[in-house]
């Protein structure tokens, strides 16, 4: 049930692009995107629904593809910022708790 | 408003021993989840409230574990009996109207440890 996220770690140069995609074993409603730096919470950077539509901020993008059942985060231009592990949280379809499960996460880390 | 807030920061506890964790959710934020992260791990979730129930209690590990929160306001996570394993760090979350289209908001976590 635990999203799967790939890859596991990810070593990029100031400037380069990441790709980071989660897959699940069940139909989506929603994917939460959140970024964690060492020792701290998790931070949220966005959210994608049903149909498409995308929210959140900062220079990330992110697609939903629900006949596949999976989400990618684009980071582009990366900076010493984006460090940190990024994890997915998925909302099932019937998820009457709007509970997220969260992925198995994807270590980044940026170096000048 | 105030984000998140979780007490305390640390703690630090003998094995066998009882401990309390606490979580202040955004004011107004009807829904409040618990979890808990292993060193280097995901996030494992625990329980749910909406309002004062909790309607998903699923991920608990053990009847040493228990939380009540009290309207829809303060969150406590109890742990009975401490084990080393349940050393991790504890975080809360809370999410506004309960519609899917909102996220949760972490709190900064208590880290336990067993020893």
């Known amino acids: 049930q635990q999203p799967v996220q790939s890859p596991q770690a990810v070593i990029l140069r100031e400037g380069e692009d990441a790709v980071i995609n989660c897959s699940s074993s069940?139909?989506?409603?929603?994917v939460h995107w959140y970024r964690q730096k060492h020792g701290e919470a998790p931070v949220f950077l966005m959210i994608?629904?049903?149909?498409?539509e995308q929210k959140g901020h900062e220079k990330i993008s992110a697609s939903f593809n629900e006949k596949k059942q999976q989400s990618s985060l684009y980071l582009t231009a990366s900076q010493l910022s984006y460090s940190g592990t990024y994890f997915c949280?998925?909302?099932?379809?019937?998820?009457?708790?709007?509970?997220?499960?969260f992925g198995t996460g994807t270590l980044l880390a940026v170096q000048p | 408003g105030a984000g998140v807030s979780q007490s305390p920061s640390n703690k630090v506890t003998e094995k066998g021993k009882d401990v309390e964790l606490r979580c202040d959710p955004i004011?107004?934020?009807?829904?409040l989840y618990w979890y808990r992260q292993r060193l280097g791990q995901g996030l494992e979730f625990l329980i749910y409230?909406?309002?004062?129930?909790?309607?998903?209690k699923s991920g608990l590990p053990s009847d040493r574990f228990s939380a009540e929160r009290t309207g829809e306001s303060v969150s406590t996570l109890t742990i009975q009996r401490t084990q080393q394993e349940d050393s991790a760090v504890y975080l809360c979350?809370?999410?506004?109207?309960?519609?899917?289209?909102?996220?949760?908001?972490f709190g900064p976590g208590t880290r336990l440890t067993v020893l």
């Open positions: 979350a809370s999410r506004g109207t309960g519609w899917i289209q909102d996220t949760q908001y």
């Open positions: 069940k139909a989506l409603y929603s």
């Open positions: 004011s107004g934020h009807t829904a």
């Open positions: 949280g998925t909302e099932n379809y019937g998820g009457a708790t709007n509970k997220l499960i």
């Open positions: 994608l629904l049903k149909g498409g």
């Open positions: 409230f909406q309002g004062n129930s909790a309607p998903d």
